[in-house]
């Protein structure tokens, strides 16, 4: 679904990503771990072509996105949904208008009910059909993570990329949107890549992880695999 | 990273004139950089108004807020500006045995430089500083990112949207400044003498000719077009942190600001070119 072949990015002379290899399965939820500003957003960032990277090779559902013309892009990210960090969600819009922006506007349903509907499933995968009326701010951090998340899944993706969707948040909530993204993966039978520091969202969400050091992907395999790691680099993330 | 280190000792040891050299041609080259990013941007974004979807009601709700935040001070400022040039032209008029010119010198004045110019100063001051900081607030909390990865076109919705409705709303607010600044024009010569307003209208009128007015009209559009675009290049080109937002609202101001007076210049430039012809 997604293949990434020798990644290069750099910011002025900091070099964050070097030469990174990554291929997404279908239907597998591949986990992404790291520490802090290794450079995880940024990764995720070229994937979807909001950071340009510096050399390599992206491909997307079978597509290059790197030699891509504007209009072509933006019907293959369509395709794909990306759920930020910080949640991203349209402060001057309520809840409803956030989710039925993205419809509106690449004009996939134009019926009123059929936008309402749409909006109202979404929002009830994520258990927060109450507040459709409410505006971004009037919402708590979990909230804006799932509404984050219930926009992100709207235009039916293919593929979601979830840049840390737990970090933030209390145990309980967190292990809940844990439970979503499983849920979302068997519901729309999607395949994902899953930023997280949070080893419990790693462990319940995850079927595949790769841990990123220093600009590469150092180890890979199962949450089950990796714990049992004698490195001490590696199991210094499962404490 | 030690040869980086290496090249900023360098700097440092060299003597002062150098280094404000330097300044003074690193200030110019990101200032002709800056130029013509704006000039990429403005291609886009014109290209923006031509395509689909068309936000209607998005550029209506623009429009409002526009004309709405600036009404009432381009209104005060229109009626001070008209009421100030009367009082202080009144005497010297007198002394020339021309009063009877006031109210055309209003007029002129008002509709060729001063209602163009002030109003536009004053869009900057409250319109592109307000887009600058909008957009940049949504560029730092990844709104536009947002927007961008849905495939829903940012440029269309967020940025076309608001520099047509400063193009729009502008040439309006300045014939409203123009208006405002004949009725302080108006106050002004009742200080000194009774004049009838119909009188007094009619002899502004009259003065006014087609070159002072179509001119200044065109001037007025192209300020607006500048005033939402500025303000939208800036809050676009803003950075992470949140600091980024002022910086974005301030230098959307100073540059619509400087842009106004440049285009100003080069539109009187043009007009007398024209009427030589
Ligand atoms: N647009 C940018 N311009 C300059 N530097 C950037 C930019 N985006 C990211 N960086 C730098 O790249 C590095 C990696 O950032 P990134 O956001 O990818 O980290 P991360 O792994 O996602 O960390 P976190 O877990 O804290 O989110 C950071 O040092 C950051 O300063
Ligand atoms: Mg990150």
Redesign the interface.
């Known amino acids: 679904m997604i293949e990434v072949r020798n990644l290069y990015k750099s910011f002025g002379?900091k070099e964050i990503l070097k030469g990174v290899n990554l291929h997404l399965r279908e239907g597998e939820n591949l986990g992404i771990l790291g520490k802090s500003g290794v450079g995880k957003s940024v990764l995720a960032?070229c994937i979807?072509r909001?950071i340009e990277p510096d050399y390599g090779e992206i491909k997307v559902l079978g597509k290059d996105i790197i030699r891509m013309k504007e209009s072509e892009?933006?019907?293959?990210?369509?395709d794909?949904g990306?759920l930020?960090?910080?949640g991203?969600?349209?402060?001057s819009m309520s809840v409803r208008e956030n989710l039925e922006?993205?419809i509106?506007?690449?004009?996939i349903a134009s019926q009123r009910s059929e936008v309402d509907e749409r909006v109202e499933q979404s929002l009830r995968s994520v258990g927060l059909l109450d507040a459709i009326d409410k505006m971004p701010s009037e919402l708590s951090g979990g909230m804006k993570k799932r509404v984050g998340l219930a926009?992100a899944l709207i235009?039916k993706p293919k593929v979601i990329l979830y840049d840390e969707p737990t970090t933030g948040l209390d145990s309980v909530t967190s292990g809940e949107i844990s439970e979503l993204i499983l849920k979302v993966q068997e519901e729309y039978k999607a395949s994902s890549i899953i930023i997280t520091h949070d080893m419990k969202c790693a462990k319940i969400a995850t079927n595949r992880i790769k841990i990123i050091m220093d600009g590469n992907f150092k180890a890979e395999g199962t949450y089950d695999e990796l714990s049992r790691s004698t490195d001490k680099e590696i199991s210094a993330f499962f404490i | 990273?030690k040869e980086?280190k290496n090249t900023n000792n360098i700097t440092e040891k060299k003597p002062f004139k150098r280094k404000s050299a330097e300044n003074i041609r690193n200030f110019y080259n990101s200032m002709f950089i800056d130029l013509g990013e704006l000039f990429l941007f403005s291609v886009q974004v014109f290209k923006q108004f031509f395509s689909r979807?068309y936000e209607h009601k998005e550029l209506l709700k623009q429009l409002y807020i526009t004309g709405n935040k600036s009404l009432g001070l381009v209104a005060i400022t229109g009626l001070i500006m008209g009421l100030v040039l009367t009082m202080q032209s009144q005497p010297i008029l007198v002394n020339f045995g021309v009063v009877s010119l006031i109210p055309g010198m209003v007029s002129v004045s008002m509709f060729r430089e001063i209602g163009p110019v002030i109003t536009a100063l004053i869009c900057a001051g409250k319109i592109s500083s307000g887009i600058g900081a909008e957009i940049g607030a949504?560029k730092v909390?990844?709104?536009i990112?947002?927007?961008?990865?849905?495939?829903?076109?940012p440029l269309n919705?967020v940025v076309a949207t608001r520099v047509l409705a400063t193009t729009i709303m502008v040439p309006l607010l300045v014939f409203f400044a123009d208006a405002c600044g004949l009725v302080g024009g108006y106050f002004g010569m009742n200080i000194f003498e009774k004049m009838n307003f119909q009188l007094y209208m009619t002899t502004a009128f009259d003065m006014l000719e087609f070159i002072d007015v179509v001119p200044a009209t065109i001037k007025t559009v192209v300020f607006g077009f500048f005033i939402g675009l500025i303000g939208a290049f800036k809050g676009y080109k803003a950075g992470l942190g949140t600091e980024s937002v002022g910086v974005a609202a301030n230098s959307a101001v100073v540059s619509a600001s400087l842009a106004i007076f440049v285009i100003d210049l080069v539109a009187v430039l043009v007009t007398n070119l024209l009427i030589r012809i």
Do not use: C, H
């Not at chain 2, 990112?145 to 076109?153: F, I, L």
């Open positions: 002379d960032k979807v909001l892009l933006n019907k293959i990210r369509r794909i990306y930020f960090q910080g991203a969600l349209y402060d922006f993205p509106r506007r690449t004009q926009r235009l | 990273m980086v979807p949504m909390t990844e709104q990112d947002a927007m961008e990865v849905s495939g829903t076109k919705f």
